[in-house]
T-cell receptor, first 110, second 110 residues
Framework: EDQVTQSPEALRLQEGESSSLNCSYT??????LFWYRQDPGKGPEFLFT???AGEEKEKERLKATLTKKESFLHITAPKPEDSATYLC???????????FGKGTRLSVIA | DADVTQTPRNRITKTGKRIMLECSQT?????MYWYRQDPGLGLRLIYY???????NKGEISDGYSVSRQAQAKFSLSLESAIPNQTALYFC?????????FGPGTRLTVL
């Protein structure tokens, strides 16, 4: 069974304090790993798709990396507006629906 | 205009009532999904459809039904609502590389 585990469940950072969020996964043939940002009461907003180990993608203060067992979302010098829940999801080979983790709730304090 | 729209955005109803949540998308994608989100449980897949003639159950389909009226429209029904169906409901559509979510419907069953 495909599974996604995100850690930590919650993370509190001071503004400017860089850190990383972890997404560990088990999947029968990875087709893609997805990162989303979700603000309270709103729909998840797409950030990145990673397809193969070693791949990296960046967007502003966010950088996502992928290995064969996990992905990291690195946040460099975060700002309060980066506060949100970050969701990770995997898609197995065969175009099956995404399997989501429970998310990491990030709070950035000014 | 939003790529994925959901109506209503908020709904309060009583136990035993029939409820329909509607979703439409302008991305031109064949694949559509319904999820529910509960605190601490993450996003859980209710039903998904890979084209107009294809409907599949997700992990928590009991108590729900769906209708795919057209490529762009996918409705979720609660035939007889119960209080533990109180949640935030999201519709989504996916293309080859991304999945887009709607803004959500907050449903409260009293």
């Amino acid at each position: 069974e495909d599974q996604v585990t995100q850690s930590p469940e919650a993370l509190r950072l001071q503004e400017g304090e860089s850190s990383s969020l972890n997404c560990s996964y088990t999947v029968s043939g990875l087709r893609g790993l997805f990162w989303y940002r979700q603000d309270p009461g709103k729909g998840p907003e797409f950030l990145f798709t990673l397809y193969s180990a070693g791949e990296e993608k960046e967007k502003e203060r966010l950088k996502a990396t992928l290995t064969k067992k996990e992905s990291f979302l690195h946040i460099t010098a975060p700002k309060p507006e980066d506060s949100a829940t970050y969701l990770c999801a995997v898609q197995a080979a065969g175009n099956t629906p995404l399997v989501f983790g429970k998310g990491t709730r990030l709070s950035v304090i000014a | 205009d939003a790529d994925v729209t959901q109506t209503p955005r908020n709904r309060i109803t009583k136990t035993g009532k029939r409820i329909m949540l509607e979703c439409s998308q302008t991305k031109g994608h064949d694949r559509m999904y319904w999820y529910r989100q509960d605190p601490g449980l993450g996003l859980r897949l209710i039903y998904y459809s890979f084209d107009v003639k294809d409907i599949n159950k997700g992990e928590i389909s009991d108590g729900y039904s769906v209708s795919r009226q057209a490529q762009a429209k996918f409705s979720l029904s609660l035939e007889s609502a119960i209080p533990n169906q109180t949640a935030l409901y999201f519709c989504a559509t996916s293309g080859p590389t991304e999945q887009f979510f709607g803004p959500g419907t907050r449903l409260t069953v009293l």
